[in-house]
């Protein structure tokens, strides 16, 4: 059982960002255990259970030992564990850069505003869009990011569909669209995205295409 100070963790490891703003800068990973949705394309399932419970203190030690001032909390999902908010702050008020990639199903209202939020809304094709908290998208801020993993064109109309419904162009700074690895052709979503002139940015996850489909890289 977890104690107001630690959390679960499956993973602290050192590697290039892969996806959103700060792609190929190197970053520290925390990966928190544990996650209430189960992405048909899921790349880190063997975050769902396990992990090292640590201390808050122990996991900082950790992460200084890298001499790394970008740190991203992910998971699994991150902000199922009530301590990760403690965690977010702690790192903001030791002035390390900090984001915090979350799938969208938790509430993020009560994260520290120093962090950069990169927030998924769940597309049809991930079998998970029912778990989108939509009352999220109200607290998400400028210099935050959403982002939509597109698996097909119907997921591509889908994700068009939400920028008009929920005003998503004036809702943060960048609108990530990425291509499911292996799931739909990148040079087809660009076609997509091109003909339609959308006002997003369309990223490939860099460190899969450095290192394949192993994760923790």
């Known amino acids: 059982m977890s104690s107001p100070t630690t959390l679960r963790i499956t993973e602290i490891f050192h590697s290039l960002q892969g996806e959103s703003r700060t792609v190929g800068i190197p970053t520290v990973f925390i990966r928190l255990t544990g996650c209430p949705l189960r992405c048909q394309y899921c790349d880190t399932a063997y975050a769902f259970e396990g992990g090292e419970i640590l201390e808050l203190e122990a996991i900082k030690r950790v992460l200084a030992e890298f001499d790394c001032n970008y740190v991203t909390v992910t998971g699994g999902e991150p902000l199922a564990q009530a301590n990760c908010l403690k965690l977010l702050q702690q790192l903001c008020d030791a002035d390390y850069e900090v984001s915090l990639e979350t799938s969208g199903a938790m509430p993020i209202e009560n994260v520290d505003k120093r962090v950069s939020i990169v927030m998924d809304l769940k597309t049809p094709a991930s079998l998970e869009a029912d778990k989108n908290r939509y009352e999220n998208i109200s607290h998400l801020k400028q210099g935050d990011q959403l982002k939509f993993v ?50 997003i940015r369309m990223q490939m996850q860099l460190h899969k295409q450095i290192w394949g489909s192993v994760a923790g890289k």
């Open 150 to 199: 597109i698996c097909d064109e119907k997921d591509y109309l889908w994700s068009k569909a939400k920028l008009d419904q929920y005003d998503l162009y004036s809702k943060v700074d960048e609108i990530l669209f990425s291509p499911s690895f292996e799931e739909i052709e990148p040079a087809l979503l660009a076609q997509w995205i091109l003909r339609d002139k959308l006002k």
